[in-house]
């Protein structure tokens, strides 16, 4: 496992030699865990296919690529076009989708379909900025908003779920 995770760490350096750092470690064990051959040219088409939808380049776009490498079952087509319409749904509410939320945003993309709702999580972001002392915090606001919407949805009991809380953490980080 950890030669593995070494190879994709590796392979996430020769893609992008510039935004990959200490910070990738734990997702490049993550990844490990998944037997996927190809992952690295997965990330890639997701970065790729991404930035050509209105995501800029950069080291959360490249974050946001290796969230979305966790889902093995569903079709990179299918994950990026969900992808896209959460970041349309950050805006439709107001929130102006900023690179540093694409890590997020990518969470939200690994939950079904059926589960994001969009106005839960701008009303516990409302509720945040509204509390005197965080609300010049809004970034964190938002993220702290997400997490506790993904955790409040996730079945703990699963590999899935463990997946799901150690990038949460490492977003949070």
């Known amino acids: 496992m950890i030669a593995r995770a070494k190879e994709i760490y590796d392979g996430m350096k020769q893609e992008h ?39 800029r380049k950069g080291n959360d776009l490249q974050f946001l690529s290796h969230i979305l490498s966790l889902d093995t079952n569903t079709s990179a087509d299918r994950l990026v076009s969900r992808t896209t319409t959460i970041m349309d749904s950050f805006r439709d509410a107001g929130i102006r989708p900023k690179p540093m939320y694409y890590p ?62 150690t990038t949460l953490e490492s977003i949070l980080q």
Not at 22 to 50: F, K, T
Not at 124 to 133: A, G, V
């Open 104 to 165: 997020i945003i990518g969470m939200l993309s690994l939950l079904p379909e059926e589960q994001f709702q969009m106005h839960g999580i701008s009303q516990m972001f409302d509720q945040l900025n509204n509390e005197k002392s965080f609300r010049w915090q809004k970034d964190m606001n938002l993220i702290t908003a997400v997490s506790f919407y993904v955790n409040e949805k996730i079945d703990n009991k699963s590999l899935a779920a463990t997946t799901l809380q």
């Open 17 to 55: 030699p510039f935004l990959t750092s200490a910070s990738d470690y734990p997702l490049a064990v993550l990844l490990a865990y998944e037997n996927h051959n190809d992952i690295i040219e997965q990330m890639e088409r997701y970065y790729e296919s991404l930035s050509k939808n209105g995501f």
